[in-house]
């Protein structure tokens, strides 16, 4: 009987005959290199990225996001376990298979032609063990979920069910015929007696295997037809998987995100750029074409993107304007852009430095329509979901910088905002209000009076002029002046930071803006800023530093939350009410802002707090629908904001909290839409601990 050391290499095939094998390999290979070749000629035709970085820190990002979203599926199973499972188990499972071999080569190779006899030959029959099971068995799993999902469940979100049943199919004969052979050879030799390599110990080392050893000697083949049988299956095995990769790098199909993806994800701008900041578009004055119209108007990360996406519609199940009947679906948006770049970038190659000839048709209008550019909230709903780090928001914007700035292309509301927002300095056309109406009976000083400040509160447009805003206003200078904080404001010096501006699409005017803005912070020395609104707050702290502007800038949640724990700020009155709180995007998505807000709820007595659900709350939560200029669009169809408040009913909370004056006001026009507004109502954090911190009424 045969040492227990392992089994025979190029068994029935030979060598060198078998060593042909390795050119299949090299074929794989090539036709990977070859596809990403070509397609790194197509992305070429972009922009240099300017969120390239330094490549240290870019790089130890990129490890660390191997090993929790790469190997650990972190992203995948944390937001949907049925499909991270899916992906999981295939990927875990591909790739020991994939070491298997690898290894089964280096072993052969190395003792052939070295003359060392690796350490791992040795534990071959362990090790068989681990990749029968772990990695055959994870794939079969991971493939059954896979049919499971795409041909009995069969999401909505899933409309390539062709293509990938094809990429499913050519894995499937990969990982069975690679099995038939193993269990062909053991039933050839291991469990034949007649056999010099007989020994019946060996084989059920190999469990999967070996059940199907059993079933072709039960069936009766001849040790003959087992060796016929094995020799062709071994070579359609290795012809199976360069055919395989030959057809995905000619496609440019599903696999290849194996290695386009990994490229994407290393080059993600929120390593070097803040999560909630759009890209400078640089030095206006010297931009020949302003915005994205055309693939050279994208930098090539922006291409690269396109062939990065899987298609598997995670954004677009995230996406509130696709939730609520609208245009836009995140996922159709990116492969619309990539059918544009199919057609588009031979012929800009072609021509070379040449003039190219314009397009048959147009990205915008023809390709992706204005309606769909325009029904972007900027949520990052789509980019937080993406497991692959898509960033949808700055394609968008890009082409709505083009309808903006090159076509004056603006839905007529907005067009309004953007006009009064040039011509008064904020975007609520027709109101009367001043920017100091707010002030009045609160003994608020402005810096022009007196400029010695701890903080600059910065008011904002909507809770300066919009009067049920201007309740949110007074009750932060409250709960200021309780926490013994001096603090200053603009009043009439306070112009809009330009973030309505800028996610329309004119980055002339959120410019001028914002410089502005700096200019008035330099004069009176504003070391540091707190903000109502998570939209100012996100343009100050991300986005002025681009123009020279930074300051330590912080949403009032942050700082009260600090007050509060430091014992500056006690409640004692009792709120008695239940309260659903609604993360606003640009606090919490674009900002990672969740727990402040909540450490002032529950610090609030007698409130009790009631999350919206783990599918509807922090990272997930869901968008009110005025992010991205939409506050001054005109919604057809059902409204974002109606979806939101019946997400708040369904809590059964007597009220919903916000801490974003936007929220405040989809909020309460939501409750109001649905007849409720005698039951429930939509109030901002700070008022309920501004009134918790008024003494109880002496009885």
Known sequence: ???????????????????????????????VLWGLYKRQQMWRLGKPNPDTGPWGQRLLAGARLLMLDGFGHRRFIKRERLPGAMHFFIFWGMLVLFAATTLSMVEFNVEQYLGIRPFTVDWSLQLEFVWDIFGGGFVFIGLSIALYRRYVQRPARLNTVMENGVLIGLILAMVVTGFLLQSLRMAATEMEPTSVLYNPDWAPWSPISYVIALGIRGVGMSVGAMEVTHFSLWWFHAALMSATFVYAAVRFGPLMHIFVSPINALMRSSVTRPKGALRSMGELE?????GAQDLQDFTWKQLLEVDACTNCGRCQDQCPAWASGKPLSPRKLIQDMKSYMMERAPVLLQAGEGEAPPPEKSLIHDVISQEVLWSCTTCGACMEACPVFIEHIDSVVDMRRYLTLEEASVPETAMAALTSMEQRGHPWRGTQATRSDWMEGTGVTTMAKDPEHEILLWVGCTPALDPRNQKVAQAMASVLKVAGIKFRVLAEEETCTGDPARRMGNEYLYTIMAQQNIETFNRYNVRKVVTLCPHCFNTLKNEYPQLGGSFEVQHYTEFVAELVRDGRLRPVRS???????????????????YDPPREIANAIPGLELIEMGPDRSRNRGFCCGAGGGRMWMEEEGQRINHIRTD???DTGAETVGVSCPFCMQMMQEGIGAKGVEEKKNARDLIEMLAESLEPEPES
């Open 647 to 649: 997400h708040f009913l």
């Open 575 to 593: 709120i008695e009410t239940t309260m659903a709180y609604h993360d606003s995007c640009y606090l919490g998505r674009h900002n990672g802002v």
């Open 1 to 31: 009987m045969p040492e227990l050391t392992g089994r025979t290499d190029f068994w029935n095939i030979g060598y060198p005959l078998g060593a042909v094998v390795y050119t299949t390999a090299l074929i794989a290979i090539g036709a």
């Open 286 to 290: 010297q931009l020949e074409r302003f």
